[in-house]
């Protein structure tokens, strides 16, 4: 069964005026265009075109919660059934904050201890409001998709942090000339030497994420000091991601401990077309760009700066992996010419990108789906029934439809369940 779905995108803050719009070929509202929401999440559930054709429900998660045997979801462990993913539309015109998520383990266990306590589900300072892990994907769609993504070696923010030593002895000493040995900084009292002495090996980094978050002594001084070297390394040509970066976020959060926080986290520019992964611990913000946003259907986020918005230090260094980390791309498998499909390490969701001319793959479903056309128009035929979707049209997909046969020329993603 084919169901044909829409809805409105969300206008937080940080949204793109048009990048949406233009996508999909809609109108824009004339506010900011965040995400558009595409799946049961009750937090904006699709809407439903012809409520009639599915006994009357208005949105997938009224349809989810009257027939879960027609749409393929199911109760597990004597919960509600439930969509186990999210496909969202994101367009970033400014950062969003820095956060992580939980695993599953610790999803249950905070979300017991919350209820147990008597926290209310809409308090804005609880941590879990589901039981459920949030591991995500991001698919860029923008020419680049700018992010922060997991701890990079202490050794290249030691790097970065010598640079930073150089300007700031020439703003402390108010000379000119390049200051060669970063210790000439260190007889000034530096706070940014005094990080750099804290850093001295990957195991400092807990304590020393813990002291900047917390706003520990010294901290506003450091965030202070960090983003006018940075001006001045970025003002004499240096153009490392990574001071542009602090001076950006300082422009948007100022005084902000995740100014500093940023230069502790693998800056990386996706390009069209490739994935970024997110598991459980891995702290990240996405910073500017469009793209296409698979998740666990969860709302567990722990905050960890660049917000006004709760940050429960404890809760989240409990939560947080601070292992250094290459950036976590993953990698495509190709399906067909122009089709390729992005598995991660989770049951929760696949997505498949298709890209050009296809003619006739076949995809087996692992549970139901939900189908976007951002381009062109492309034919879906299924084991009991068909459809054509044309650019920002979107279906809900039955697993009962079986293997998928798609059709078209464009551009279509199509979000699953693992097997």
């Not at 265009?33 to 009639?52: K, M, N």
């Not at 009292?189 to 994420?209: C, K, M, Q, V, Y």
Request: aromatic share 6%.
């Amino acid at each position: 069964m084919f169901v044909g779905i829409t809805n409105n995108a969300r206008n937080y803050p940080w949204g793109s005026h048009t990048a949406i719009a233009e996508l999909l070929g809609t109108e824009p509202t004339g506010e900011p265009e965040a995400e558009l929401w595409l799946g049961a999440h009750p937090g904006s559930p699709a809407r439903i075109l012809d409520p009639a054709s599915v006994s009357g429900a208005a949105t997938l998660a009224d349809w989810i919660a009257a027939d879960p045997q027609s749409t393929g979801t199911s109760a597990q462990d004597g919960e509600e059934p439930r969509l186990p993913f999210l496909m969202k539309v994101l367009a970033a015109a400014s950062p969003l904050s820095l956060q992580a998520h939980p695993t599953p383990e610790q999803a249950r266990a905070g979300f017991k201890a919350e209820n147990e306590s008597g926290v209310p589900l809409d308090a804005p300072f609880r941590n879990y409001k589901d039981a459920h892990a949030k591991p995500e994907l991001m698919l860029a769609l923008s020419d680049t998709f700018e992010a922060l993504c997991g701890f990079r070696p202490v050794e290249a923010t030691r790097t970065s942090l010598e640079v930073l030593l150089s300007a700031d002895a020439n703003l402390v000493g108010g000379v000119l000339a390049e200051v060669s040995h970063p210790e000439l900084a260190l007889a000034e009292g530096s706070p940014i030497a005094a990080l750099h002495a804290r850093l001295d090996s990957d195991a400092e980094l807990p304590a020393t994420f813990e002291w900047l978050i917390s706003r520990g002594e010294g901290v506003d001084q450091l965030v202070e000091r960090v983003v006018a070297a940075s001006a001045a390394v970025m003002a004499a040509g240096d153009a490392a991601p990574e001071f542009a970066t602090v001076v950006s976020l300082a422009e948007q959060y100022p005084g902000d401990p995740g100014i500093v926080i940023s230069l502790l986290i693998n800056r990386v520019s996706l390009k069209r077309g490739e994935v970024l992964y997110l598991p459980a611990g891995n702290i990240h913000a996405y910073l500017e760009g469009l793209g296409i946003e698979v998740m666990a259907a969860s709302d567990n986020v722990l905050r960890g700066g660049l917000t006004p918005k709760h940050v429960d230090v404890a809760e989240l260094l409990r939560v947080l992996d601070f292992s250094p980390l290459p950036v976590p791309y993953l990698p495509a498998t190709a399906l067909a010419e122009g089709v390729v499909e992005f598995r991660p390490d989770v049951s929760d969701f696949v997505l498949v990108h298709a890209e050009g001319d296809v003619a006739g793959l076949n995809y087996p479903l692992g549970g139901p789906a939900i189908a976007l056309c951002l381009s062109g128009s492309f034919q879906i035929d299924g084991a009991a029934a068909s459809t054509t979707i044309g650019r920002g049209e979107a279906v809900y997909v039955t697993p009962s439809e079986g293997s998928l046969v798609l059709s078209g020329s464009g551009e279509l993603v199509l979000a699953t369940t693992g097997v």
